[in-house]
């Protein structure tokens, strides 16, 4: 069940974010929206950064549930795209605020999870390491995190469909390849 003092903390930096930058909000300002104590705040995090790490990744995993297969990849990278575009002041204001390298974590760790799961499934009843999946999931990676953060310092502008499709089409076998490249390298 979820945590309903977190979800208030999630609510309420959404609601100050889009008044102030991140940097200018302070924990007696959550805590004060929110009706809570200082100490319920620290029982959960240890800074305002730390609320937004987790509400981002919050934000990712229920845009991704059950969309980490070859057929859904597509279908969870949309949901990615409409979650960062549904927080846009949000993103915006961590994107401007913090350094670049919080937001390419978190999207790091979204992308690869999407990912991951699909060269899971192609690499099925393939004798392949488990390195090499990780390496094969982490430069895919690496190019879909790209993608995302120009259009998020570009201001999230372009229609982020087309985006998704020409990924597909730049995509679309390259991963069951790599797989099987690894593999022959291998014998």
């Known amino acids: 069940m979820p945590n309903t ?10 609601k ?10 302070t924990i007696n ?4 929206d929110c009706g809570i104590s200082r100490m319920s705040f ?16 919050e934000d990712g995993k229920r845009a991704l549930q059950g969309k980490k297969t070859y057929d859904t990849w597509q279908e969870g990278m949309m ?12 993103i915006l204001n961590i994107y401007r605020c913090t350094s670049r390298e919080k937001i390419e974590n978190y999207l790091y760790k979204l992308t690869y999870g999407l990912i991951a799961g699909v060269v899971e499934e192609k690499s099925m009843g393939i004798d392949l390491s ?9 430069f895919y990676k690496y ?13 999230m502008k372009d229609d982020y469909k087309i985006i998704v499709k020409k990924m ?10 790599s797989i099987q490249n690894f593999e022959q390298v291998k014998k």
């Open 5 to 14: 003092t977190k979800l208030l903390l999630e609510e309420s930096l959404k």
């Open 16 to 25: 100050l974010l889009l008044h102030k930058t991140i940097d200018k909000i």
């Open 29 to 32: 300002d959550l805590t004060k």
């Open 42 to 57: 620290y029982y959960h995090f240890k800074d305002i950064y730390d609320l937004a790490e987790w509400v981002c990744e």
């Open 79 to 90: 949901q990615i795209f409409e979650v960062i575009l549904e927080n846009k002041p949000f």
């Open 130 to 138: 488990g390195e090499d999946k990780t390496f094969i999931a982490e």
């Open 143 to 155: 190019g879909f995190v790209g993608v995302i953060l120009d259009w998020i310092s570009n201001g």
């Open 168 to 177: 597909s089409i730049a995509l679309r076998g390259n991963i069951t390849n």
